[in-house]
């Protein structure tokens, strides 16, 4: 035995047990690993959706805008003989006038001096013409009286120029417009500067939108319009379809797109300008299936709803409206009271 312990191949065989039995037994004191817990299976929560429950109700398609109460009697002021550069504008949006006052002033230049000179010149030949009388001076009273008929036939076409430069008010009213032009700039002729507007005749405008809107009111059609406190009936009077024709541009492109609505009577407290809003109702029905506008969808031609059912389910359903209200719609087929609609 002791000579086997000093052979090599035999001492190479003992260390290597000896590493093996201290690998093992190095292993067996280590504490044992738990194993990891495993974690616990929670449930993913429910998605939460806005919803609606289909009813029965009344609903409405109409018409809601609003405007302005403006005159439908008013004398918009222009240059028509010409033009020129602006000296004075002497009234402002709300101004009242009076006929005859003047409203705006071009400048001149020295025309109120020349048209001075020639009123002296036609008292002098005035003065002239008696000492010719009283002469019995035939030919100085003849020339007299050429100096006197020239003079007053300048003074006429001085004064209608001079006029011509003025802008007068033809009417008693209310200034509504005033241009925004500065003294200096230079004024076109058949340029609307200045309209007055008779506050005493009223009505209510309104801009519509759609073509839709545009053929379903009529004339005659009555409108609810509301004033602040003051809610009053009204007449449709006017629409883009029965506007009258006209070879004013402007004029032509406001009414193609403006009704107009009148009343019989106005309270004192409504004035020229006030806003307000307006409802004109189309067609109504009641006690049909609606539901908020919101929970309608479309996708190309098709209309559809996503009903939510037991256990969150959710199913698509396609539905035929009829009247399409401000927030309602209603449904004539597809859908039944109580059932509940995602919203979008």
Known sequence: MDKLLF??????????????????????????EEEPLKPPLVKPPQEVYRTAVVEKGPIAREIVANGALESY?????????????????????????????????????????????LELNMAKAVQAIKVAKLAEDS??????????????????????????????AGMDGVITFVTSMEPGEEIEAYETLIIISDPSKLRYSFQVNGIEDILSVKVGFKARVKFGLNELEGTVTQTPSSAPDTKDEQLRTRNSNYM????????????????????????????VLIIPRSGLRSYLDRKFVRVLEEENKIREVD???????????EIR????????????
């Open 319 to 329: 539905v035929e409206i009829g009247i399409d209200g401000q927030t309602v719609i």
């Open 260 to 287: 107009f609505i009148e009343f019989d009577k106005l309270p004192d407290d409504v004035v020229i300008g006030q806003r307000g809003d307006v409802s004109i109702q189309l067609e109504a029905r009641e006690d």
């Open 139 to 168: 030919e100085a009273l003849k020339i007299a009286s050429l100096q006197h008929d020239v003079d007053q036939m300048k003074y006429k076409k001085l004064s209608k120029t001079l006029n011509s430069k003025q802008l007068i």
């Open 333 to 344: 087929k597809g859908l039944e009271e109580g059932q509940a609609i995602i919203l979008q």
């Open 7 to 32: 052979r090599p191949k035999y001492r190479f065989y003992m260390i290597m047990s000896f590493i093996l039995i201290m690998t093992l037994t190095g292993c067996s004191l280590l504490p044992v």
């Open 73 to 117: 009697h008013f004398e918009p002021l222009e240059f028509v003989a010409g033009g020129g550069e602006l000296k004075e504008v002497l009234v402002r949006a709300g101004s009242k006038v009076k006929k005859g006052d003047v409203l705006l002033q071009l400048e001149t230049g020295n025309m109120d001096i020349e048209l001075k000179q």
